[in-house]
């Protein structure tokens, strides 16, 4: 057990920060400003690291990463964080969409997409979720059909995060409805711009629209674009999830730092809310959480560079991290006493991070598995509870009731 | 960086695992439970000298094996989990982890060995009634003799020596007492967890012999209290994991309604409840572990993160277990609680969570502010 580095990583953190420094200081942006700002900003950043081999450290030197180790690759992320640089534009891609080409496209369409998604250039989205499969993801509709030497595509995806500023996606389609749900789907990848593929905004409860329903009419997808086998779908989604699992977990919100400031400067009585016991107890325990959050990836990241499988432990990182921050907003807003309505980045804590947090919170509680689904995964995966009874077991698609 | 237990210490584990499970089933935790003439389990406590690891991280000069804290934190875990009926805590995260901080060579060269050999068991009296210990505390030293009453002693009943909290000329410091002078009065009071005995105990001018510099009491209080926490939390998480376990075998065991409960979210989200707790803790006491290792400057913070995350995860685990098993876990015959009162005794012995949650948030508070800027989207 050493929490230090090691010679080597300490040689390859200072090097990491004398680069960053030299490079990191031009493409920092603030987290509010306009999207299409931001995106600039982040599509540059994005090639400078490219060009200089940190795009994706532990990726091999084929595909543009320098080879590097697993943790090497969380060096360089821990020390980018030191930074406002935005990076989270292609974590969809980079992280789920291209490893899932990887274990599944031919050598052609790897070489076409990694690079240019390493550097930037293009921005990936995965069209899984639907108005009638979320949770239930296998249960999607959107129907892909053999016509005419190709796949002609119809339906609805919902959720899709980045649609609207993505090149590419992965498109999971129901090609078979006279076979349970499981069997009967296929992975494709799409090109955003094929024609029939509408990309509407979603307005979240938080004001921005991060999410947008993607709607597919008579869209033509070559079969050169089909992902594993006729029916395999599923089993490619997995793949991709299983990915999203590592990458997602990751604390949100203020750091220490930002919470034991604003604590400081609320009065509270004679004092300040930081002097309260109540709320040190609770900063206490949110402490805890957050570390406990790291130290868990790192432990998974060890698991990684001793060339185990990661533990299930990875997968309570967003149950955890989510709930977490949407118990601190709730307990920092409140805090204010009525100051704490005003939601005016003139007047507002942290510019209005935090209140933009406490809206955002209750998505993060839902998206990319809710709080329920991960403790079935937990509970089932983890701990080898039976799974659930299901209504729809051994059921062709098209007879399932579907409650419309 | 290296976040987990290397592969020998991942041996160790296994070994002591092995090893309790065949000396310490819960049967044995019970006989001392249910015995109010038996305080320990004397030949568990026997068996751990004679496989070193009373002498664990005792220098090999003193007789014990030299090895570091993450191996005795790798043992402490299997003493959790087996709810092991020995004062192992009270004799070495507490007394002997005073002796190697503060101990004179004298002192050291006289009572390590003695630990390593399992002839003595050591104390830690520094309780006098509810409420934290005092900084101020009644219990008084004048010309070398002790004269006051502690109230709870863990082990207190069965100890050979005590690192006693008192106060000479108005500042607090430890002191060594032997107890099997007549000076010293010691009452037996019933447990909570009655696996663990406690007692009182009463001074009357009985000599004493202080403990590293006068008035430096206080402050290596702190520091043992630090080190101790850390162990007590891998003890927390064997504990927490096998409430785990027995939950989820029962859960697994038990039908109703013509299926197993561990088929029903309730149940099921309870269980990923506890392992999500769990989970959480053992990541915080890896990097205890480290910093009581190696004296790392993270050490106040880190081991009140382990103590905090795992008194939670203990407590929780310990309560649920007897929920996830109905009725029958409200019975005396079975052994959830077992872990219950343990759990309660582990997150008191060394200050109650609460005591731990404010010396956490000084600390942070009192930290130099970081360089971390905000973070990316």
């Known amino acids: 057990m050493n929490f230090n580095d090691s010679p080597q990583e300490s040689i390859y953190r200072a090097t ?51 080879g590097g180790t697993t943790i090497q690759q ?40 990694a690079g240019p998604a390493l550097r930037g250039e293009q921005i990936w989205c995965q069209l899984f979720s639907e108005p009638g499969a979320g949770s239930d993801l296998a249960a999607s509709r959107t129907r892909a059909v053999w016509q005419d030497d190709s796949w002609l595509v119809n339906g609805q995806k919902v959720w899709t995060t980045g649609a609207h500023y993505s090149d590419y996606g992965l498109l999971l389609a129901r090609t078979d409805a006279s076979v349970p749900k499981h069997t009967g789907l296929t992975m494709f990848w799409i090109d955003m711009k094929t024609p029939g593929v509408e990309v509407r905004p ?107 499988i990661p533990g299930p432990e990875s997968s309570i990182g967003k149950l955890v991290a989510a709930n977490r921050l949407q118990d601190l907003t709730n307990e920092l807003i409140e805090c204010h006493d009525q100051f704490g309505l005003i939601d005016d980045a003139a007047h507002a804590a942290m510019g209005g991070s935090l209140h933009h947090d406490y809206l955002y919170a209750p998505g993060l509680r839902i998206a990319g598995g809710t709080d329920e689904i991960l403790k079935n995964i937990i509970a089932e995966r983890v701990l080898g509870l039976p799974g659930d009874i299901r209504e729809d077991k051994g059921i062709a698609f098209k007879d399932l009731p579907t409650g419309r | 960086m290296d976040f987990d237990f290397s592969e020998e210490q991942k ?10 499970e065949d000396r310490c089933p819960p049967s044995a935790v019970r006989a001392v439970l249910e015995n109010p003439e038996l305080s320990f389990d004397r030949g568990l406590w026997a068996g751990l000298a004679q496989l070193g690891w009373l002498g664990t991280v005792i220098p090999e000069v003193h007789g014990g094996l030299g090895l570091g804290y993450v191996e005795l934190c790798a043992i402490a875990e299997e003493l959790g989990r087996a709810v092991a009926p020995v004062p192992f805590a009270s004799t070495l995260y507490f007394f002997a982890e005073a002796l190697l901080l503060a101990g004179s060579p004298a002192q050291q060269a006289e009572w390590l060995p003695k630990i390593a050999r399992g002839e003595l068991i050591g104390c830690f009296a520094t309780a006098e009634g509810p409420g934290r210990p005092s900084s101020s505390p009644t219990t008084v030293v004048e010309a070398g003799r002790i004269t006051g009453t502690k109230i709870p002693v863990t082990d207190g009943g069965i100890a050979h020596v005590a690192m006693v909290l008192a106060a000479a000329a108005g500042a607090p410091g430890l002191y060594l007492v032997q107890l099997g002078q007549t000076a010293v009065q010691r009452v037996p009071l019933s447990s909570l967890d009655g696996s663990r005995g406690i007692a009182s105990l009463s001074f009357d001018g009985a000599r004493a012999e202080p403990l590293g510099r006068p008035g430096a009491g206080l402050h290596l209080v702190d520091r043992v209290l630090q080190r101790a926490a850390v162990l007590l939390a891998f003890e927390q998480i064997g504990g927490a994991d096998r409430c785990l376990q027995m939950a989820r075998d029962y859960a697994l065991q038990r039908y ?16 990923a409840d506890m392992y999500v707790r769990n989970e959480l803790a053992r990541s915080n006491a890896y990097c205890a572990a480290w910093a009581l290792d190696t004296n790392a400057g993270e050490l106040p913070i ?34 959830p609680h077992l872990f219950f009162r343990r759990a309660r005794q582990l997150s008191l012995v060394a200050g109650a969570p609460a005591v731990w949650g404010e010396q956490l948030a000084a600390a942070l508070s009192s930290r130099p502010a970081s360089s971390v800027v905000e973070c990316g989207t």
């Not at chain 1, 891609?93 to 997409?113: D, H, V």
């Not at chain 1, 609320?266 to 002097?275: D, K, N, W, Y």
């Not at chain 2, 103590?307 to 409200?330: P, T, V, Y």
């Open chain 2, 256 to 271: 109703v309604f013509g299926r197993p409960i561990g088929s029903f979210q309730a149940v099921k989200h309870r269980l």
């Open chain 1, 16 to 66: 990491v920060r004398e680069w960053l420094a030299n490079n990191a200081p031009r493409y920092t942006v603030s987290r509010r400003a306009p999207e299409v700002e931001r995106l600039g900003i982040a599509r540059a950043w994005q090639a400078c690291k490219a060009a200089a081999g940190y795009a994706r450290v532990s990726w091999p030197r084929d595909w543009g990463g320098t």
């Open chain 1, 202 to 308: 979603i307005h979240q409860m938080s004001g921005g629209s991060d999410f947008n329903e993607v709607y597919l009419t008579d869209a033509r997808v070559p079969d050169s674009q089909r992902l594993g086998d006729v029916g395999a779908g599923w089993k490619v989604a997995l793949v991709t999830l299983m990915n999203e699992r590592v990458e997602g977990g990751k604390d949100r919100g203020p750091a220490t730092e930002q919470i034991l400031a604003l604590a400081r400067s609320i009065p509270r009585g004679t004092a300040s809310v930081l002097e309260d016991p109540a709320f040190r107890q609770k900063l206490a325990m949110w402490y805890v959480q957050a570390e406990g959050l790291r130290f868990t990836r790192l432990r998974t990241l060890t698991a990684l560079s001793r060339g185990q």
């Open chain 2, 11 to 20: 041996q160790l584990q296994q070994g002591a695992r092995r090893f309790l």
């Open chain 2, 302 to 335: 880190a081991a009140a993160s382990a103590r905090l995350a795992a008194s939670d995860a203990f407590g929780f685990a310990a309560k649920e277990n007897i929920h996830i098993h109905g009725g029958i876990g409200f019975t005396w015959e079975a052994d």
């Open chain 1, 74 to 113: 969380m060096i360089f992320t821990e020390e980018e964080a030191r930074y406002g640089v935005p990076t989270g534009f292609f974590g969809i891609g980079l992280g789920m969409c291209i490893p899932t080409l990887m274990r599944f496209a031919g050598i052609a369409t790897q070489q076409r997409f």
